[in-house]
């Protein structure tokens, strides 16, 4: 049925001479072009395919634009649901879920704002408790039993690794690396060899290359403990988003990941990031922004990842502090340390002001780019913060009093003086409830929960209650919920999916259980490549090949690694951001990936009926299509389930 379908519209479009056009029921102009954009080269793309696997994507692929485009029962209205009319849809609902349309719209879009996706299940509990009993039930985040997705972390032991750990793990690689590539070249057609892939021994020459066995390279690979920390980092991150019961607090996990962005390509920030998620973004998710910001400032992966691991007053070094730095350095690393230029300059002088976190902190994590601060503001609190670092031997903070600027020094017309480590922790104090701030993060706060460009009243009252509460960051999203904007029908569906959050909700929207078995390689080897191909290396390539993908994996195609937004200030709130060309083929792609079961350690456990009464569709029409994973896929890549 199908097949004639495809026919008879691109015959009918070839008369036409011009891209297939997108009869779909939308209010957004932005959603026709995209999708005619995608269709036309869709078209480009079927002449290009040749057979096989490729062939059987690309009928399929058709197969679910024709029925999208076919049966507008299945694009979704203005109101979130699915069917053939809106007031239609709004009956079966409302003869399921007994609710009153205007009941069941605040409640739908206040999980799919609050959650990661709003389910039938879901909707119905919240329908049977009332919607304040749930957003109280999900501030108080630590009474909700989560035992099921802790159980399914359990095998992923490198989350629990303590800091010394991680650090060593991540210098025997390096001193591994940098062995290896003495012992052969900088050549490219040699990174097998340094990545630990190939052999090489000091007698041979580049051109005598042993590779090694696949039990070797798997042996090694699974050894490698860092990178395998940050593939589990990644998937537990996914599995949380989808099965948590703590949805609001998984959702505030993800908000202040970004706000504190960490990429985990940078060296050594890489590892330290587990150490920093579990210790810093996790325990304060929902807990007080100042206790939050100065968690952030004493975490060893912030402290590196912003260079202030290099900010120090300038000045001499001697010879015991030089002998010593030789010795660790080989230690860690296996160079001398005048290689990496730790021994100071011509004069015997190390350090000097580094100004790369004093800025993000007054930029990006409180007061904002137009927070009223001026550069003599950025090198003051670069100065106070002077000496704060990490210590290599154990990867823990580490104040090195030597290291810091002992001058007075002036932030925001305040002068400090209480000297030593304590200079920072004042700059922590006047920043973290500053009005500026609270406006700062008010605003993300909004355009997080209610709009791209959320109404001003409302981002006025939610800094005045994040200044009254002093910074008591359930109070402050207490404000939001309770607002009238927050509920405002221009806002409902307004926000469109980053690729995290359309992968995640279509994953529970069809109560997909994600686990980390893999039943083609290794759990540890997968978790491992996964870790070493965020970075883009070999296994980017290896990964890349595979017909079988995981969701970790699938997001990195789709442009959203986890924990590796190059840039400090972390993937943008305004979601426009994802809107560009090229979403929708990646989204129907991975619609049917997900149904046909082709996603590593995801199964599917829903049918379309189960899907009735939430997303209703004219069975009669479809009737006569027998593949039922197509009209699942449908449902995921019908342009209104891009928006949340």
């Not at 025997?172 to 590539?181: A, E, H, M, P, W």
């Not at 990490?390 to 009093?401: E, L, R, W």
């Not at 920072?424 to 104090?429: A, D, E, P, S, T």
Request: net charge negative; charged share 25%; hydrophobic share 40%.
């Amino acid at each position: 049925m199908v097949n004639s379908q495809i026919n008879r519209h691109f015959q009918h479009e070839a008369i036409k001479g011009s891209p297939l056009n997108l009869n779909v029921v939308s209010t957004r102009k932005d959603d026709i072009d995209c999708y005619s954009i995608e269709i036309y080269y869709l078209q480009l793309f079927t002449w290009l395919k040749g057979i096989g696997y490729q062939m059987r994507r690309t009928i399929q692929l058709l197969s679910l634009l024709v029925i999208i485009l076919t049966f507008p029962q299945l694009v979704c209205s203005g109101t979130g649901k699915i069917g053939v009319d809106v007031k239609e849809a709004d009956d079966v609902v409302k003869a399921e879920t007994q609710l009153r349309d205007n009941d069941y719209d605040r409640i739908r879009h206040l999980l799919n704002r609050t959650t990661f996706g709003a389910t039938p299940s879901l909707i119905q509990q919240v329908s049977k408790t009332g919607i304040d009993v749930y957003i109280q039930e999900q501030l108080d985040y630590r009474n909700i039993v989560d035992e099921p997705v802790e159980e399914k972390l359990q095998a992923l032991d490198a989350l629990s690794l303590d800091s010394k750990t991680l650090v060593r793990a991540y210098h025997d690689r390096i001193k591994t690396f940098l062995n290896t590539q003495q012992m052969s070249s900088n050549m490219p057609e040699e990174a097998r060899i340094r990545y630990g892939l190939d052999r090489l021994t000091k007698n041979q020459k580049p051109s005598e290359i042993e590779p090694l066995t696949q039990k070797e390279q798997f042996s090694f690979l699974m050894s490698r403990i860092d990178y395998r920390a940050i593939g589990e980092l990644q998937n537990a991150k996914i599995i949380r988003a989808v099965h948590s019961e703590r949805q609001l607090y998984e959702v505030m996990v993800d908000f202040w990941s970004n706000h504190f962005n960490i990429d985990v390509n940078k060296a050594i920030a890489g590892p330290l990031k587990i150490v920093d998620d579990r210790e810093v973004i996790r325990i304060h998710a929902l807990g007080n922004f100042k206790d939050l910001i100065a968690a952030s400032a004493h975490s060893p992966a912030m402290l590196f990842y912003l260079d202030n691991n290099q900010n120090s007053v300038r000045r001499k070094i001697g010879w015991i502090e030089k002998r010593i730095r030789n010795l660790a350095i080989g230690f860690f690393v296996g160079v001398d340390a005048d290689a990496v230029n730790a021994n100071g300059d011509a004069e015997g002088m190390i350090g000097g002001l580094n100004e790369n976190y004093g800025r993000e902190l007054l930029e990006l994590h409180s007061l904002g780019v137009d927070g009223g601060y001026t550069q003599k503001d950025v090198i003051e609190v670069s100065r106070a913060f002077t000496g704060w670092s990490y210590s290599p031997f154990n990867g823990s903070f580490s104040f090195n009093k030597s290291n810091h600027d002992k001058g007075q020094k002036e932030v925001l017309g305040n002068t400090l003086n209480s000297g030593g480590i304590n200079d920072g922790q004042q700059v922590l104090n006047i920043i973290a409830l500053h009005p500026n701030t609270a406006r700062h993060l008010a605003y993300k706060l909004c355009q997080r929960f209610v709009s791209d460009r959320p109404a001003e009243d409302l981002v006025k009252d939610v800094a005045r209650t994040f200044v009254a509460s002093e910074g008591d960051i359930r109070e402050t999203l207490r404000t939001i919920f309770n607002s009238e904007a927050f509920y405002d029908p221009e806002n409902r569906a307004s926000k469109f999916k980053s690729p995290f959050e359309f992968v995640v909700s279509s994953l529970r929207l069809l109560n997909a259980d994600v686990h980390v078995e893999d039943q083609e390689v290794p759990r540890n080897l997968r978790m491992t490549l996964e870790g070493l191909g965020t970075a883009g290396n070999l296994a980017a390539e290896k990964l890349g090949k595979a017909r079988q993908k995981s969701v970790n994996w699938r997001l990195v195609e789709m442009g959203q690694p986890l924990f590796a937004y190059p840039a400090p200030t972390g993937y943008p709130e305004n979601s426009s951001y994802w809107q560009e060309p090229g979403f929708a083929m990646q989204r129907m792609n991975f619609a049917l990936a997900l149904t046909n079961g082709e996603v590593t350690g995801v199964h599917v456990k829903t049918s379309i009926k189960d899907l009735e009464a939430f997303v209703p569709v004219n069975y009669e029409a479809l009737a006569q299509e027998e593949d039922e994973s197509l009209l699942l896929a449908a449902t995921l890549a019908s342009p209104t389930f891009q928006y949340r």
